[in-house]
């Protein structure tokens, strides 16, 4: 089975600042990085650390793929690359931990071999070559698809997530995008009150930046890892496997993006996923700004920013 891209959007938070979100994708794999807001003077050429973090990351991790690694060999690979790289290029090392690049990720990898049937767990019939006799009709040969599933594993750092939808059953919601942003958005609120300014408004980071920087330096601590350039961050990456029939429909996304349903309730998690199969992406993202727009100092949906980098990507398992 492989993983068809449906749809794709990425907006820029601000269209005259670079997208700090990146994405990218293959027959077997699709990857989302959001990379972390900068918080000083970057380290590294270019426009931005976190932009480098999310492109390098989306583009290595799916380069290890197409080498035949999986998905945990292959996100090991690509925290090497990233550190190997952010130690050649860096101006200078990094003070404290809120200067180094990183980014939330969520993965999506489905092996080519990953195929089981629904019977007793009988391991999938290899593929035939183009025009062989099978002894089978295409239709028994699509009911017999139809009765197996592919194991998909998805591997997340931060608020990224995955929204899973088969046939039948409620969406499923892989990684902790909602808690983490109900928690963000309490304590923007919280901020916001204690120095009387508005969470989201652009003034607001000077009197924030102490409180964001110390939050960022617990990265790479007990619960707090995320995609770095440091390989050990591989083994505190989160892991989950869902055995999938075919025609289940998965949206990979950044929380900028998923802020619809997590910080704004204009949906749920199964509305939003309906919504992005149904209409489209691109319309999902003009009313995520619309949003955005009628609230730009955070009042309403307290924030850190009027409007995140928002990125997602459509798929479907055929």
Request: hydrophobic share 50%.
């Amino acid at each position: 089975m492989t993983l068809a891209v449906m749809d794709t959007l990425s907006l820029p938070g601000d269209p005259a600042k670079a997208n700090e979100d990146a994405f990218g994708h293959d027959d077997h794999a699709a990857v989302v990085m959001d990379g972390a807001t900068p918080l000083g003077d970057g380290l590294m050429p270019g426009p931005s650390d976190a932009a480098w973090i999310a492109q390098f990351g989306a583009r290595r991790l799916l380069a290890h793929r197409r080498d035949g690694a999986g998905g945990r060999k292959a996100l090991r690979g690509a925290l090497a690359d990233a550190q190997k790289s952010f130690a050649a290029l860096r101006r200078m090392p990094p003070q404290a931990m809120w200067q180094t690049p990183c980014a939330s990720m969520m993965l999506a990898f489905c092996a080519p071999s990953a195929l089981r049937s629904f019977a007793f767990g009988a391991p999938a019939l290899a593929d035939a070559p183009a025009g062989a006799a099978t002894g089978t009709s295409p239709a028994s040969a699509l009911t017999r698809a139809q009765g197996r599933r592919a194991e998909v594993e998805f591997l997340w750092f931060g608020d990224c997530a995955a929204l899973v939808a088969q046939e039948g059953k409620p969406v499923q919601v892989i990684g902790e995008n909602f808690d983490k942003r109900a928690a963000e958005s309490a304590r923007a609120a919280v901020l916001a009150r204690e120095k009387g300014i508005s969470p989201a408004a652009a003034l607001s980071r000077p009197a924030l930046l102490d409180n964001l920087r110390a939050a960022r330096n617990r990265i790479g601590s007990a619960g707090h890892w995320l995609f770095m350039p440091d390989v050990q961050a591989a083994a505190h990456v989160s892991r989950r496997v869902l055995r999938l029939a075919p025609g289940a429909v998965i949206l990979l996304a950044s929380d900028g993006f998923l802020a619809l349903a997590s910080d704004y309730g204009a949906y749920s998690a199964d509305t939003l996923l309906a919504a992005a199969r149904d209409r489209g992406l691109e319309g999902l993202g003009a009313e995520l700004r619309a949003i955005e727009a009628a609230d730009p100092g955070g009042e309403s949906h307290p924030r850190f920013k009027t409007s995140d980098d928002a990125t997602a990507v459509l798929l479907r398992l055929v």
